[in-house]
């Protein structure tokens, strides 16, 4: 049984709910364009019709648009300096979350794609009780 978990120093966990917001399936970053003929299923929202962003330029419009969340101190005249959360921080942060809401190490393992909990334990960053 994994420990309990602490997240809350993962800011970029405040920002899941503002992402995902009431989706349950489908590519979480959408272009606004639709997807073009022959796109594989799984990479298309089954709501909007809208092809996933690759994961390059996803990771960039997170970091451009989390700047100032990230840096809640900083000024907007800063934002050009400073760095942004990245999808990396994110999957930390939705690891440590379901970690944290008792998901079941097996079921970690599987949504993270890694074979070892000693891997696994980077994500989900079990803490002390």
Same mark, same amino acid.
């Given at each position: 049984?994994?420990?309990?978990?602490?997240?809350?120093?993962?800011?970029?966990?405040?920002?899941?709910?503002?992402?995902?917001?009431?989706?349950?399936?489908?590519?979480?970053?959408?272009?606004?364009?639709?997807?073009?003929?022959?796109?594989?299923?799984?990479?298309?929202?089954?709501?909007?019709?809208?092809?996933?962003?690759?994961?390059?330029? &996803? /990771?960039?419009?997170?970091?451009?648009?989390?700047? !100032?969340?990230?840096?809640?101190? %900083? =000024?907007?005249?800063?934002? #050009?300096?400073?760095?942004?959360?990245?999808?990396?921080?994110?999957?930390?942060?939705?690891?440590?979350?379901? &970690? /944290?809401?008792?998901?079941?190490?097996?079921?970690? !393992?599987?949504?993270?794609?890694? %074979? =070892?909990?000693?891997?696994? #334990?980077?994500?989900?960053?079990?803490?002390?009780?």
């Amino acid at each position: 049984m994994m420990s309990a978990v602490s997240w809350s120093a993962y800011g970029a966990a405040q920002l899941l709910p503002r992402l995902i917001g009431r989706r349950t399936r489908g590519p979480l970053f959408l272009p606004n364009c639709k997807a073009p003929a022959g796109t594989p299923a799984l990479d298309v929202c089954p709501e909007t019709g809208r092809a996933r962003l690759s994961y390059r330029r &996803a /990771e960039e419009i997170s970091e451009e648009n989390t700047r !100032l969340l990230a840096n809640s101190l %900083a =000024s907007p005249e800063d934002i #050009e300096d400073l760095d942004g959360w990245t999808l990396h921080r994110l999957r930390h942060s939705a690891l440590t979350h379901d &970690a /944290e809401g008792g998901t079941s190490t097996p079921m970690l !393992l599987a949504r993270s794609r890694h %074979a =070892s909990v000693r891997f696994l #334990e980077r994500y989900a960053r079990p803490g002390v009780d």
